[in-house]
């Protein structure tokens, strides 16, 4: 079996690829493309194969899933063989964090994979660029990272380098594959993607193209804000706006940003940025050398330097930006919410304005405040004919106080429920798909501690959220 394994790299149009390999598994099964389950999880790939002890940036999301039983590596290499004996002669394996992950790890998953040959795909950016604008998503996070002096100063962060040596990364993976991998790069920028589509372009790497039954994303699913945005959102931090403004003013600019592309993504000085090509000179050299990208030109030794990227608006562009803004702020949109499992302050991305009653996240979750609160987003746009015909949400937390169950209000039906660990089935309707998913919470007896005891209050607390996901269901 020939297996694709798409290692991402941050930035490089991995989310807006998973986010559809997510809505169209079934179709991609159909085009004889299998998509393992192992490991998989519906917003990110397949970041569930390997452990946090595996992945050198280990999140409360890895950990809140606690340690499997038997190996997912295991379970994939099962997996792979069921897939052949049903006649597949291609699967996907897809996740960004493949692209940093260690040579252990690496060398354990070439055993997985024995008796395959690895088509592995990977999309590459000139590495100041790629910097930039990783740099500016973590930004967008606003809520849970110290302030980031390199984007003031407009200097580079040293360890976030190591990242981005795109031939070392190769390399790894060709010593430890050897005569089984094919390495296939693609530059990522917008005038080389097939239809300035990065979804479309990847598809044609492995060969696919889409039709009728191929649901194509017309909704921004993931965040990103340009340097004035950034700018902006800091100095209002710094200037002591709440959690819930600051919130807001994020989702508001980064629905901006991606709805007007004019706005500069730079924000280094060009002393720092010539020293990022001057690391990243003679390994560029040889990645080119060694594994050309596919959309390269002919006459191109390494990456082009984009002029575009470096365009500031106008005059013009600055008022139309804040009357996009104030609009955004004054009617706030439902997050699009591709399923991913949700922990600790990321959960933000839901429960969070526009949605009422949760307090400012924490490490371990989202207190709900006051009687009320109320999970609503939106889902990916899905195929009326073969998309899927139901949600699983799965919700998870911890009561406090006197409370042990809560009122659950969702697609006009109510039932007292525990939300410790539960699986809601929501069916996808034509109000759903055009509106998204409205559930409300409804607790017994919001309480805040008086004296080291529990007491009723109209403000207090009830229930943390601490694990929020979904998949799809295809039922009859």
């Known amino acids: 079996m020939n297996i694709y394994l798409h290692i991402g790299f941050p930035k490089t149009g991995t989310s807006a690829i998973q986010s559809h390999i997510f809505v169209n598994q079934n179709w991609f099964h159909e085009q004889g493309i299998f998509i393992p389950q192992t490991g998989y999880d519906s917003g990110i790939g397949h970041a569930f194969l390997l452990s946090s002890d595996d992945f050198p940036l280990s999140s409360s999301i890895t950990s809140a899933l606690g340690k499997r039983e038997t190996s997912a590596l295991e379970e994939l290499k099962q997996e792979l063989r069921s897939a052949e004996q049903q006649g597949y002669e291609n699967a996907l394996i897809s996740w960004e964090g493949f692209s940093i992950c260690s040579e252990q790890v690496i060398s354990q998953l070439k055993d997985a994979l024995i008796g395959h040959h690895v088509s592995l795909l990977a999309y590459v950016r000139e590495q100041s660029i790629l910097y930039e604008s990783t740099i500016l998503q973590n930004i967008e996070s606003i809520i849970s990272i110290s302030t980031p002096a390199h984007f003031i100063d407009g200097t580079v962060g040293e360890s976030a380098l190591r990242r981005f040596n795109f031939h070392e990364i190769f390399s790894i993976w060709k010593h430890h594959f050897s005569e089984t991998i094919t390495i296939k790069a693609r530059i990522f920028d917008k005038e080389r993607l097939k239809q300035g589509n990065v979804v479309l372009d990847f598809l044609d790497s492995i060969g696919l193209e889409i039709d009728d039954g191929f649901q194509l994303q017309s909704r921004h699913i993931n965040h990103s804000l340009d340097s004035r945005s950034a700018a902006i959102l800091l100095i209002a931090r710094e200037a002591g706006l709440q ?20 706005g500069s993504r730079t924000f280094l000085v060009p002393e720092e940025r010539d020293r990022i090509r001057r690391e990243y000179a003679a390994s560029n050299l040889k990645l080119f050398e060694e594994h050309r990208p596919e959309n390269a030109t002919p006459s191109e030794i390494t990456f082009p ?59 371990t979750g989202v207190w709900s405040q006051g009687p009320r609160s109320d999970i609503a987003f939106r889902l990916p746009d899905i195929d009326h004919g073969k998309g899927p015909t139901v949600v699983q949400l799965t919700i998870g937390g911890r009561y406090f106080g006197d409370n042990t169950k809560t009122r659950l209000l969702v697609g006009g039906k109510e039932e007292d429920v525990s939300l410790q660990n539960r699986v809601l089935s929501i069916a996808i309707d034509d109000h759903v798909r055009e509106n998204g998913i409205h559930i409300a919470l409804k607790h017994q007896v919001p309480q805040i501690l008086d004296k080291g005891k529990p007491v009723r209050h109209e403000n207090g607390i009830s229930f943390k959220l601490e694990l929020l996901s979904y998949n799809f269901g295809w039922e009859s």
């Open 243 to 262: 959690y819930k403004g600051l919130l807001q003013l994020s989702k508001a600019m980064s629905l901006v940003s991606s709805r007007n592309d004019s």
């Open 305 to 363: 330097f984009l002029d575009s990227h470096l365009a500031s608006p106008s005059e013009h562009d600055s008022i139309e930006y804040l009357r996009y803004l104030y609009s955004g702020l004054s009617k706030p949109e439902l997050e699009t919410w591709q399923g991913d499992l949700l922990a600790s302050v990321k959960l933000a991305r839901i429960a969070g304005p526009p949605n009422e009653g949760w307090r400012g996240p924490e490490p």
